[in-house]
């Protein structure tokens, strides 16, 4: 007869919460994925953003990569020059997301390599 109780046969407590850390970091790259993909939707890469309704232009101008798409398209391809408000505001923005990710990465670095 075979035991069907033997140590074989049961998940030790580390092996679940590897288990359990794998299926939650799939879980967060996976909205993470989706979160950039709505990004890049969301920025004019495909559209000009003469094309936003005016009431739109703050929440637009909250995108970091706004500002350099609109200088690009406007150094390449000619036509008007993205308003100078505009890319302060992205500038600001991508300023306080860079200084966030470094205080955080600094405060977490002595821990970093041991979690990954």
């Not at 030790?12 to 990004?39: G, K, N, P």
């Not at 706004?66 to 690009?72: N, Q």
């Amino acid at each position: 007869m075979v035991s069907h109780d033997t140590k074989e046969n049961q998940l030790t407590l580390d092996e679940r919460r590897i288990a359990m850390s794998t299926y939650i970091a799939v879980i967060y790259i996976s909205f993470l994925v989706f979160l950039v993909t709505i990004w890049m939707f969301l920025s004019p890469v495909v559209y000009p953003s003469s094309l936003l309704p005016q009431k739109y232009s703050f929440l637009y101008a909250l995108n970091p990569i706004g500002a350099v798409i609109d200088t690009s398209r406007w150094a390449f391809a000619g036509g008007h020059p993205p308003a100078a408000a505009a890319a302060i505001v992205s500038t600001l923005v991508a300023m306080v997301l860079w200084l966030s990710g470094y205080w955080y990465f600094r405060r977490s670095e002595a821990t970093f390599a041991d979690v990954v």
